[in-house]
């Protein structure tokens, strides 16, 4: 297993190694305590899986706060997305700025992104499944975002990314500009 640290800190990509035959391939996909050395002690708690019909399906950019606050361990496994983080910790030298990452099964690769960050994605396929783990549970008053296209933060995103496919809450998210101080470095608001 392979972990590449990506240019905001705390932002990893995994690349589980397989082990390959004429028949197919066996990877390790997640081990905790491999995981627990390059990210930080971490217990998962909830995992969530989405399908997206359309290319060009955007989810995003969400995330929870404290004292709900969560960490998610993303994997695409079938089709493809082109993942997104942005850090939200107030105090960061990297502080609304983004990193992304394209997820795919034939990857087989992984993103994790702490608490602290915004998380989104645009499919890149059809009928496109993500799987994530997450460090806390749900809690929908603890639910907030900021919008997809907040030209501050300037997310890059495919030509395929298409406005229409966005659900109502992610069409009135908030900008950064208007978001209150929701993490920093060492702590986090409620």
């Known amino acids: 297993m392979k972990f590449r640290k990506l240019p905001i800190a705390d932002l990893l990509e995994i690349s589980p190694t397989r082990h390959g035959d004429e028949r197919g391939y066996f990877a390790e996909v997640f081990r905790q305590e491999a995981f627990d050395r390059e990210a930080g002690a971490t217990d998962f708690v909830q995992e969530n899986e989405s399908l997206s019909a359309r290319v060009g399906t955007i989810r995003g950019l969400h995330f929870q706060t404290d004292p709900h606050a969560q960490g998610k361990l993303v994997r695409c496994t079938a089709g493809a997305i082109f993942d997104v983080a942005v850090d939200l910790r107030t105090g960061s030298p990297t502080y609304g700025q983004w990193a992304a990452v394209e997820l795919s099964p034939t990857r087989g690769n992984l993103f994790w992104i702490p608490a602290g960050f915004a998380h989104g994605f645009c499919t ?62 060492t702590d986090s608001c409620g």
């Not at 296209?149 to 300037?154: A, L, N, Q």
């Open 124 to 185: 890149l396929e059809p009928d496109t499944v993500v799987n994530y783990k997450v460090t806390s549970y749900y809690a929908p008053e603890c639910d907030k975002g900021v919008r997809w296209d907040d030209p501050t933060i300037g997310i890059d995103w495919p030509s395929v990314a298409d406005p229409d496919t966005l659900s109502a809450k992610d069409r009135v998210q908030p900008l950064l500009a208007e978001l209150p101080v929701c993490f920093s470095m």
